[in-house]
């Protein structure tokens, strides 16, 4: 079991320095560190520990700078470091051997040392870091792990050396400002190098040498004193899609007994390189995309709406992947329409939606407002534009859902021009803002159809119409009976037939309310049930109270 040890130097029971409390830490802690500055070096070795940020990024500082030993140094063990500021005078920032490392967030300065210094066959990830500043940003000796949306910047030598047979995966990260080479192999070195962007180096982009075969893979390399991609006698390895731009000449150098292949491939202008490429897929959340695409084929029915939806998060979750490989992506509408009866789930569909973007990164996360004609509709010429243009404001960075939307249109019989005013607002309003919100306008069918016509550029900003079909007999019955379970009642043996059989019965007409419709019947039989108790004379059994019978059910609903 995870044991957390908490650090702050004004706390009483807390640990005064992170020091202490890793002394005293066993396997799989977690040390939570509150905010200041503790100018301590750290050693983890033979045990697992986590040391995080307990406030985020930018409230721990942990500076080692005027010793003599490295900020951390893990040897044996297995270390995670997260959303901490680490500095190290020329001593390395970050030494890890024989160990296991993960650092996310983390931002590192070094004077003269490396910031992170990874040998003896260890394991490691490195996801969101920033180093400025130091001789050397990264050094991989013999040893394997990723490097992915990190910054490399402002290095009096190379910005990442892989040595000794290291092969790192290193993606999506920025290398720029270094005095010497932007990454330098060397002594067999086999990275895979894959949309990164390397500028502004002293020397080569990046420099192979010594028997060494790397990979590079649709990456920028610019304005750099020396050539993009050198290759020394010997190496191999393989440049794919790269592009290049005010390089050294040749841009690609090639010396005699050296034989890399050269793939040469147009990436188009809209791509992403760099860190920039690893942002767009930052703020996903797998584990709530998870959760909240098991919350929507929870419901019951409605088929054909989980599938358009699990479709648009699909074709949202393959552009981010495209966009953090450095692929371009199409603009993307999240506005949508929902047209059907009312009772089918509409509005929770539409929360659903707007927690998947934001769990996708595709919203930045905000409120889910609800709001109708009177919301947005002034009482006087102006004042509509500016009841719109505040409802919009409140719901960004979420959903804007506009219920019964077809009330606004002249059509309808009901908005006027006022009405009308409102969705020219939001038109404008829509593409302006377009990544910052989803708007949803909910309604009938036929009506939301003149609602599209009330403006010539309002069907273009919809992605695309979701039709909510009335729910079946039996998936009312389904729905009343998870209402009764919710509130922990029973149905007797019978009762799901004579609901079934209601259900069966009734019109299906413009006013069904189908959902609504069976909150209505359990309400009443919810009634019908408290009055059969209240008046048998005595206290019911607790089986009693649970349970609903087929008299309760035929009570509520006249006969």
Known sequence: MTRTLLVSPDQPGAYPSIGEALAVASDDTVVSVSPGTYHEALFVNDRGV?????QGPGTVTIDASSGTYPTVSCN?????????????GDAPVVVADRAKITMTGCELSAGFGAAIQIAGRSEFTLSRCRV?????????????????????????????????????????????????????????????????????????????VHQSAPVLRRCRIRDTRGPAVSFARGCRGTVEECTTENTGDPAIEIAEGAEPTIVEGTVNRKAAFGADAARATTGQDAARVEKLLAELAAMVGLESVKD????????????EWRRSAGLPVGAVSHHLIFAGAPGTGKT?????????????????????????????????????????????????????FID???????????????????IDTLVKLMEDHRDEIAVIAAGYTGEMLQFLDANPGLASRFAKTVEFGNYSPEQLVVIV???????????????????????????????????????????????????????????????????????????????
Request: hydrophobic share 35%.
């Open 481 to 559: 009976e998870r209402m009764a379970g919710g509130d922990e009642y029973l149905l007797a043996d019978g009762v799901s037939e004579v609901l079934r059989e209601h259900f069966g019965a009734i019109e299906r007409d413009q006013n069904f309310g189908n959902a609504r419709e069976a909150r209505k019947l359990f309400e009443g039989v919810r009634k019908t049930q408290a009055q059969r108790l209240r008046q048998s004379g005595q206290r019911p059994s607790l089986d009693e109270l649970r349970t609903v019978t087929v008299a309760d059910v035929r009570a509520a609903i006249g006969r």
């Open 50 to 54: 986590s040391v995080v940020a307990a």
């Open 132 to 208: 400025t500043g130091g001789r050397y940003g990264l050094v991989v000796e013999d040893s394997d792990g990723s490097v992915e949306g990190c910054e490399f910047t402002d290095l009096s030598e190379d910005g990442i050396i892989v040595r000794i047979g290291a092969a790192p995966t290193i993606r999506t990260s920025t290398v720029t400002r270094c005095g010497n080479r932007g990454i330098y192999v060397y002594q067999y070195g086999r990275p895979t190098i894959e949309t990164c962007d390397i500028s502004q180096t002293g020397q080569a982009g990046v420099a192979v």
């Open 404 to 422: 019964e939307a077809y009330t606004l249109s002249r059509s309808s019989g009901t908005g006027g021009d006022f009405g009308q005013e409102a």
């Open 348 to 400: 929770t569909v539409a929360r659903i939606y707007g927690d998947l973007l934001a769990a996708l990164g595709a919203l930045p996360g905000g409120a889910f407002r609800e709001v109708s004609r009177r919301d947005l509709v002034g009482q006087y010429i102006g004042h509509t534009a500016e009841k719109t243009a505040a409802a919009f404001e409140l719901a960004r960075g979420g959903v804007l």
């Open 76 to 88: 044996s063990g297995r270390l995670e470091l997260r959303d901490l500021t680490l500095k190290a």
């Open 308 to 319: 358009e939806v699990r479709a648009l998060i699909d074709e949202i979750q393959v552009n």
